[in-house]
């Protein structure tokens, strides 16, 4: 079974510094891996979007990287400001399928001043 | 950029009767569009397919007659909840695909639905 898993499950931060976020994916076979930020009652919107051959991608402050051989990714906020705040879903599309989504739990990033 | 709408944002029905929700994709034509449900601290839970022209496929589990899908031109899909309980009460999302390009993925912004 396709199973995406992200950690932490919620984590709070000041303002002005970095964090981290995991996901750990088992989908096969991959396609490309996705991530979305989901504000509170909106839908989610992309970050970056990744396909096998690509290591690092970044957007801004954010940068997602991807290993894999060991199914794994994260993404890491820079100088996080009040407006990241909200939910980082990461989303894997398997090749068979490339619109079959898999989507991890999320991790809600609590942003304070 | 690839925008997609939906309508209403929220909706708030009695117990019994039926819902429509628009999905529209603006700038882009979408042969393929998708409804998800979502759950308070859940993520996204695909609910059905829906192809321009064609019957929708529903995941295991969904009741496709509880949840009308039509896809008739490509650039709109509705989705109706039909006799809505109050176990129907969710944030409805729907995404479309573009078929130029990377095949992206599209979120609209979503669609409270509250079932009293």
């Known amino acids: 079974k396709n199973q995406v898993e992200q950690s932490p499950q919620s984590l709070i931060i000041l303002e002005g510094k970095n964090c981290t976020l995991q996901c750990n994916y088992t989908v096969s076979p991959f396609s490309n891996l996705r991530w979305y930020k989901q504000d509170t009652g909106r839908g989610p919107v992309s970050l970056t979007i990744m396909t096998f051959s690509e290591n690092t991608k970044s957007n801004g402050r954010y940068t997602a990287t991807l290993d894999a051989d060991t199914k794994q990714s994260s993404l890491h906020i820079t100088a996080s400001q009040l407006s990241d705040s909200a939910s980082y879903i990461c989303?894997?599309?398997?090749?068979?399928?490339?619109?079959?989504?898999?989507f991890g739990a999320g991790t809600t990033v609590t942003v304070r001043a | 950029g690839a925008v997609v709408s939906q309508h209403p944002s929220w909706v708030i029905c009695k117990s019994g009767t039926s819902v429509k929700i628009e999905c529209r994709s603006l700038?882009?034509?979408?042969?393929?569009m998708f409804w998800y449900r979502q759950f308070p601290k859940q993520s996204l839970m695909l609910m059905a397919t829906?192809?321009?022209?064609?019957?929708?496929?529903?995941e295991q589990g969904v009741e496709k007659d509880k949840f009308l899908i039509n896809h008739a031109s490509l650039t709109l899909s509705t989705l109706t909840v039909t006799s809505a309980h109050p176990e129907d009460s969710s944030f409805y999302i729907c995404s479309a695909r573009d078929t130029v390009g990377r095949y992206e993925q599209y979120f609209g912004p979503g669609t409270r639905l509250t079932v009293t």
């Open positions: 989303v894997v599309s398997a090749g068979s399928n490339d619109y079959k989504l898999s």
């Open positions: 700038d882009f034509q979408a042969t393929t």
């Open positions: 829906s192809n321009e022209g064609s019957k929708a496929t529903y």
